[in-house]
């Protein structure tokens, strides 16, 4: 069964800090990984989308890493804003049987960036 | 482009009431997915379709549980006979047809915030 862990679960930093989310996986049969931002409330907005066969995605201040074979994901925010602050959650796409696919998500981390 | 659309936003209902939930799909998204997300937890899977098709149902679907999507456009989720631990964010999202799994994107929509008494 796929666990997304991540590493830290809650995380507060000064504004205009570079930072590093951490995202492990335990299966590393999978499709694609994508980071997602959570507010308060609201629903997930898609940020990075990186495919099996990729290493890495970058959007704005936004870059994010995939090592596969080690199950792992990095987020890395460049010069952090306020905001930056919410949840960040992690996701796998995995095969769930025949030919259907799930997303398996990690509890996510909680970023606050203070002004 | 508007979105995923998801109605009510919230819903607060007494234990052992039914209730239905409403998604609307981003136009011509031929996959929808709903979730379940409970505080301090990530989404949890609990079904997917194929246009109209409902092709996989998690274990945490119980039989109290029955989604639709008619015509292969908008979805209801309904949960009978509500139970505290029903209490969630109901997460809806779709995403278009692609050619390889590897490239499917997930648009998700606000939510709907239950809360049983």
Not at chain 1, 25 to 47: C, E, H, V
Not at chain 1, 70 to 94: E, H, M, N, W
């Amino acid at each position: 069964k796929q666990e997304v862990t991540q590493i830290p679960a809650a995380l507060s930093v000064p504004e205009g800090e570079n930072l590093v989310l951490n995202c492990s996986f335990t299966d590393s049969a999978i499709y694609n990984l994508q980071w997602f931002r959570q507010d308060p409330g609201k629903g997930l907005t898609s940020l990075l989308l990186i495919q099996s066969s990729q290493r890495e995605q970058t959007s704005g201040r936004l870059n994010a890493s995939l090592d596969k074979s080690s199950g792992r994901s990095t987020l890395y925010i460049a010069a952090s804003q306020p905001g930056d602050s919410a949840t960040y959650l992690c996701a796998v796409k995995v095969r769930s049987g025949g030919s259907n696919y799930k997303l398996t998500f990690g509890k996510g981390t909680l970023l606050t960036v203070n002004p | 482009d508007t979105g995923v659309s998801q109605n009510p936003r919230h819903k607060i209902t007494k234990r052992g009431q039914n209730v239905t939930f409403r998604c609307d799909p981003i136009s011509e998204h031929n996959r929808l997915y709903w979730y379940r997300q409970t505080l301090g937890q990530g989404p949890e899977f609990l079904t997917y379709f194929q246009n109209e098709a409902q092709l996989e149902k998690s274990r945490l679907l119980s039989d109290r549980f029955s989604a639709e999507r008619p015509k292969g456009s908008f979805s209801t989720l309904e949960i009978q006979r509500t139970e505290q631990g029903d209490s969630a964010m109901y997460l809806c999202a779709s995403s278009p047809r692609t050619l390889g799994g590897s490239n499917e994107k997930l648009f998700f929509g606000s939510g709907t915030q239950l809360s049983v008494l």
